[in-house]
């Protein structure tokens, strides 16, 4: 551990070890979309345990955001079991923070202030609060801007604070949706060093939904794929690769074995969703995903 970690003060790196264990258990998730129920997910399985950092990847509308808002507590499941620490989620909650690609930070309070305000709710004295947040902010190399207002900030700078708003209170467990799917390829590595340094030292879990099949290797310990709508898991992928990762690892014959396999995986899904989508469009015909079918035409 670092000596960054080592001069945490007391409470904030407060995950208690072994917390944090997500299971989401054979879940389905039924919407209702012009009067026909349509499943996102059915029947689908994920296990975080505690620590780990694991990312959920599959081809569009397969149901990736639907399974987030399920750990997230916005939205019930159909059928199944969702549990952190073996207990029901039943609904938000401070154990479990929260980041979407949209910056939500409030336009209005400062960077310490946003930092602080979960806090706030909390109840927690003001010094205390503020001390939490400075040494998060410290963490992600903001402190220096705890006093500027979102608007003065860049992209990548709004979304580590909404990280560090996210990790104010002590959750055990950290949610991001495409967290940096805003963000230009340059400030993107950046992050997933800044994250990577924050999740080690908070020893949090993370669920991390992305797109991006690369940043979901490096910063990961296991990798889901899921099948086009309804999802379900297609393959789970554990990341053998060394921490610390870095930007070389990316070159190693390790890593790009990893890669194809995701992307063949990924691909086929695509493929699938592309067709379906195609037929649900009125198209109708014989949609073939092989030679000479949709899939060659991509
Ligand atoms: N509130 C809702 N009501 C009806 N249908 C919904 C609702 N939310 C999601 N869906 C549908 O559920 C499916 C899964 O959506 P979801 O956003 O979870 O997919 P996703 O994998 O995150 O997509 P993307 O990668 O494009 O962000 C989609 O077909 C979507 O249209």
Sequence with gaps: ??????????????????????????????????????????????????????????????????????????????????????????????????VFQQYSLFPWLKVRENVEFGLRMQGMAPAARCARARTLLGLAGLLAFENHYPEQLSGGMKQRVGIVRALATGPQVLLMDEPFGALDAQTRVVMQEILTNMWQQLKLSVLFITHDIEESIFLSDKVYVMTARPGRVKAEIPIPLPRPRTAEM??????????????????????????????????????????GGVGEAL
């Design 1 to 98: 551990m670092s000596t960054l970690a080592a001069s945490l003060p007391p409470g904030v790196a407060d995950t208690a070890p072994g917390r944090g264990h997500i299971e989401i258990d054979d879940v389905t998730v039924r919407f209702t979309q012009n009067g026909a129920a349509l499943d996102a997910v059915r029947g689908i399985s994920i296990d975080v345990k505690p620590g780990e950092f694991v990312s959920v990847v599959g081809p569009s509308g397969c149901g990736k955001s639907t399974l987030l808002n399920i750990v997230a507590g916005f939205l019930k499941p159909s059928a199944g079991r969702a549990t952190v620490d073996g207990a029901p989620i039943r609904g938000p909650g401070a154990d479990r923070g929260v």
């Design 250 to 291: 990316s070159n190693s014959p390790e890593f790009i074995a990893i890669l194809q396999r995701l992307r063949a995986l990924i691909r086929e899904e695509s493929l699938a969703a592309m067709g379906g989508e195609l037929r649900d469009g009125g198209l109708g015909g014989d949609w073939h995903l092989g030679k």
